[in-house]
């Protein structure tokens, strides 16, 4: 498979930065080829705007317009350009971020904004003049799958979680994003706990993600319900018949949602236990700061060098408790 992995995550040496290589690595010892976008080492531009299309009317900045005329007559931008390059290269992406108040850092979404243009992802047309998305669309026969890192426990996204569950937490790129352009969406990798994950924890992650990694090609999407296959009506409203009911996001699924597993994180010396955090009221967390020389430059086209010192978990997650205890400096995991 040819595999897109589209990173976001400011520091080279964070938790992320050492799961994308070790994946990246596993994925190439498997035979497959992958490319990356490590956005902010490429300085991506996050903000669309008319700098974007310098031959939009000038009147008045029609934003679909503008994309699908510029994308129609070979003319968006180098950046944007190189992104669809891989895009149609890619029969699968890995999409990797840490979570940041329930969603991706905003040179993420910033990536969705001006890669995504209409014409390609939106407003893509059948032989008949209807509009292909969810489930069909630009980029139908591609799958796609996040990693993510939190650093609430997994049950508070769980069914009965304060965070809502983790799918509903990911629904606007699941169903919005990846399913409405066709996309198979299969089920996330979640890091739980990232900001209490010690060095020695580490290789149990990283062992599930090569785990899930393996198996990127035949894993089950997630059972979303197509716009095409008879479940909707004419107003694009679930038929009375199908989840009795029921209302919610759940509904647009043909079945009921599952946990995402993944491996309980090791505690960091010195840092609070899960045991202890329970009595700590909950806090949502600013995204982690990262000072400007901790940023890299690498090529996007290319791994980060070999970090010498452990990945150190952060993220700002949701619903995490903060803690500032440093994990001991150790050779690189993996």
Do not use: C
């Not at 991706?104 to 904004?113: Q, T, V």
């Not at 089950?220 to 107003?235: F, H, I, N, Q, S």
């Not at 990262?290 to 970090?307: D, E, G, I, N, Q």
């Not at 010498?308 to 700002?316: K, Y």
């Amino acid at each position: 498979m040819n595999i897109l992995w589209l990173f976001a995550h400011p520091e080279r040496r964070s938790l992320n930065a050492a799961l994308r290589d070790d994946g990246v690595r596993a994925l190439r010892a498997a035979g497959h080829e992958v490319r990356q976008s490590d956005l902010y080492a490429m300085g991506f531009k996050a903000v669309l705007d008319v700098d974007d299309y310098p031959g939009a009317d000038d009147d008045r900045f029609l934003v679909g317009d503008a994309q699908e005329d510029a994308w129609r007559a070979g003319t968006v931008g180098a950046d944007i350009a190189a992104e669809h390059e891989k895009l149609a290269w890619a029969d699968a992406l890995v999409v990797h971020f840490p979570l940041w108040w329930f969603g991706p850092p905003a040179i993420l979404k910033g990536w969705f904004d001006r890669v995504l243009v209409q014409g390609l992802a939106s407003k893509v047309k059948d032989a008949d003049g209807r509009t292909r998305r969810y489930g069909d669309g630009g980029l139908a026969g591609k799958r796609a799958m996040v990693v993510t890192s939190v650093g609430a426990r997994e049950a508070s996204f769980g069914p009965r979680g304060i965070h809502g569950h983790i799918d509903e937490v990911l629904w606007p790129l699941h169903h919005g994003t990846f399913f409405y352009t066709g996309m198979a969406p299969l089920p996330p990798f979640v890091v739980y706990g990232a900001d209490r994950l010690a060095p020695d924890g580490y290789p149990q992650v990283a062992a599930a993600l090569r785990e899930r990694l393996r198996t990127l090609g035949t894993t089950a999407p997630l059972p979303y319900r197509t716009e095409r296959g008879g479940d909707y009506d004419e107003g694009l409203e679930l038929r009375a018949e199908l989840a009795p009911g029921g209302t919610g996001l759940s509904v647009h699924s043909t079945e009921p949602p599952v946990p995402h597993r993944s491996p309980a994180p090791t505690s960091a010396p010195g840092s609070m236990s899960a045991a202890a955090r329970t009595s700590v009221p909950a806090r949502m967390s600013a995204p982690a700061r990262t000072s400007v020389s901790a940023r890299t430059s690498a090529p996007a086209s290319t791994s980060a060098p070999a970090r010498t010192s452990a990945a150190v978990p952060g993220g700002g997650a949701p619903g995490a408790v903060p803690t500032n205890t440093p994990l001991p400096r150790t050779p690189t995991p993996g």
